[in-house]
């Protein structure tokens, strides 16, 4: 299982524009080629580890999700599928099939669009000591993992490193201005909607995600971008395990994290070697919800979209 697990790219003949914690993204001809690793990373630290086919699960996911939102927001693909690629890629298939894109290039909106759908995480934590989320009030008496009666926005700044800093809605419109404020709001929280919605029928709850946006330069036109409601952006619960007022079980990487709390490790850089079988159950529960959501057996088999 360990030859298939990619996590560092290498494409002598592009350019590397920047190295995330789980993507790199190269120059293409005016255009970008996003590369999804198999990279994993926690409380803020790339781990030595690798998880098979995360990578093409985050990628194949996203791109399932982009597909199903064009009706509310365009976004930045101009191509997902490696054989129609340009030729000059053809020799690094075995690095780019399924688990990259060829996407328009924008200028990005520096915030992180988050949408809550229950308090959990941060949230819980905040809600316990004020009373609200993000400086907005929330009635009393609520239990950890409740439905909000309507999803929260709440913006967050993207850090290049460590951790994003929840903002105020206005701070955020200070910085971008009260129309394009606006917009992202209600487009995330339009997304939102969909997106829970489509996975509550398919038996994954969406507790919370975060979008991000680009602009184009030219024409200021709002683009969907990065990744969408994967399980490294989002929350996902089994809808048949959940139960308010206790911690949920999840198809995300709290696996890993719930893991790596039982070490001496202080999360500060290198971060520890993840054992077989957290390997192997981190790979599960990513594979069951690429399953669940898209209705499509393994990576491999043709795009049949339900829905």
């Not at 995480?121 to 009666?149: H, N």
């Not at 487009?187 to 709850?205: D, F, P, Q």
């Not at 790596?260 to 077989?276: A, Q, R, V």
């Not at 669940?292 to 990576?299: A, V």
Request: net charge negative; hydrophobic share 35%; charged share 30%.
């Amino acid at each position: 299982m360990s030859d298939n697990v990619l996590v560092d790219t290498r494409l002598d003949a592009l350019p590397l524009r920047s190295k995330g914690k789980v993507r790199d993204v190269y120059e293409l001809d005016g255009k970008l080629l996003i590369v999804t690793t198999d990279r994993i990373s926690a409380f803020d630290v790339v781990l030595p580890t690798g998880i098979p086919d995360k990578g093409k699960v985050l990628n194949q996911l996203s791109l399932y999700w982009f597909e199903r939102t064009r009706g509310i927001v365009p976004n930045h693909v101009i191509e997902g599928d490696f054989d129609r690629y340009p030729a000059m890629l053809a020799p690094f298939g075995d690095q780019l099939r399924l688990r990259s894109m060829l996407v328009k290039k924008l200028e990005p909106v520096a915030f992180e669009c988050v949408v809550r759908g229950y308090l959990y995480g941060s949230g819980w934590k905040e809600y316990q000591k004020t009373g609200g989320v993000c400086g907005i009030p929330l009635p009393k008496g609520m239990s950890l993992a409740d439905r909000f009666q309507e999803p929260l926005f709440t913006p967050s700044t993207k850090a290049t490193a460590g951790h994003d800093l929840n903002v105020s809605e206005e701070a955020m419109s200070d910085a971008l201005g009260a129309d394009l404020t606006a917009r992202l709001r209600e487009t995330s929280l339009s997304l939102y909607r969909l997106g829970s919605a489509e996975a509550e029928s398919k038996g994954i709850v969406i507790a919370d995600t975060k979008f991000e946006f680009g602009l184009d330069p030219g024409s200021g036109d709002l683009f969907l971008i990065d990744e969408v409601m994967t399980p490294d952006s989002s929350r996902f619960w089994p809808r048949d395990s959940y139960r308010p007022g206790q911690d949920q079980p999840s198809f995300d990487k709290q696996f890993v994290r719930e893991y790596l709390e039982t070490l001496d490790w202080d999360k500060t850089p290198p971060g520890p070697e993840l054992p077989p079988d957290v390997v192997a159950g981190t790979r599960d529960r990513y594979l069951e919800a690429y399953r669940l959501l898209t209705g499509r057996h393994d990576l491999d088999s043709p795009r049949r979209d339900r829905g």
